[in-house]
């Protein structure tokens, strides 16, 4: 019964402990200068079950003592380019007044999952779909 027990707790913490994160980011500038930003990084506990679609290769820096969430946030200005390629929604306001002109941006990457593994000093990224 013991055994049982065990091997079922082996076999779900390896079904559901992978390394799939969940990433969104939406920041908006009103005439070049960031007035709001949205970073999310968390970890998925959903196996994965689909295709991947692209894969980066980033530099990351940090200590080793650090979990994987707490250096992906760490590294999350290395990490944005690699989800550029998903799917992304930008934003253009432009309005025109007699004396000035305001030019507000926004951008915004859908959630998407991905894949991170560590070697050496660099994450290579598996976005998922």
């Not at 760490?74 to 007044?97: A, I, M």
Request: aromatic share 10%.
């Amino acid at each position: 019964m013991k055994r049982d027990l065990l091997l079922s707790v082996l076999i779900l913490s390896s079904l559901f402990g992978s390394d799939t994160f969940w990433f969104s980011y939406r920041s908006v500038t009103l005439d070049k200068v960031l007035v709001y930003e949205e970073k999310n990084i968390s970890p998925l506990l959903v196996p994965f079950i689909g295709k991947r679609i692209s894969t980066c290769r980033v530099k990351i820096s940090g200590k080793k003592s650090l979990s994987k969430l707490q250096l992906l946030n760490k590294n999350f200005d290395n990490l944005l380019p690699c989800f550029y390629k998903t799917t992304v929604k930008v934003t253009s306001q432009s309005q025109v007044r007699l004396n000035s002109m305001r030019d507000e941006v926004e951008l915004v990457i859908a959630p998407v999952r991905f894949i991170v593994d560590f070697k050496d000093d660099f994450a290579k990224i598996t976005i998922l779909k």
